[in-house]
């Protein structure tokens, strides 16, 4: 029985009409394997591309000194370039929006005062110094200066608390 079963197998697997679904269905699948292969380069490369490249040092001008004389934190540059400036003991500071932990953006907390990052719920001071974890590190100082009256902070300079705490690029007296 088993003889007989192998060469109706043998007989079926002759047949030209099998042979040809056969290759339109491996073309098919080998045409979907190629277009998935092709659309998933592009994260790939970002992937793998180191971080430094995706943060590219940027200078950008945040306005008049005046402007962040009265406000304890200004959230308003977290969207456009990712960092808040914070007045706080005669000093104005750019803290980079980035979660030390693993790169979330914090959340400023206004009224209850500090950054929460929503993603696994560290919390940081509003100088930066983390409260409780994950995160160990603080929020990483960016620097900062004015010219002609205008604040303007460089993005592709920044430090830990405790170096840039006595390094003047990055704090500004006011």
Do not use: K
């Amino acid at each position: 029985m088993t003889r007989d079963l192998e060469e109706a197998h043998l007989l079926e697997a002759d047949d030209p009409r099998d042979a040809g679904r056969r290759r339109v269905l491996t073309r098919i699948g080998w045409a979907g394997l190629s277009m998935l292969a092709v659309a998933s380069v592009p994260a790939l490369f970002r992937f793998l591309r180191p971080r430094a490249w995706r943060d590219r040092g940027e200078t950008v001008e945040l306005g008049p000194l005046e402007e962040y004389r009265t406000s304890t934190v200004s959230a308003r540059w977290v969207q456009r370039h990712g960092l808040w400036l914070v007045r706080r003991a005669g000093r104005l500071v750019a803290l980079e929006a980035r979660c030390t932990h693993l790169g979330c953006t914090p959340r400023w907390m206004g009224e209850q005062g500090g950054f929460l990052c929503p993603c696994h719920g560290s919390r940081f001071s509003d100088d930066g110094i983390p409260l409780n974890g994950p995160a160990t590190q603080p929020l990483f100082r960016l620097a900062i200066r004015v010219e002609h009256g205008e604040v303007v902070v460089d993005r592709s300079v920044r430090a830990a608390l405790e170096r840039a705490e006595r390094d003047r690029r990055f704090y500004v007296s006011i």
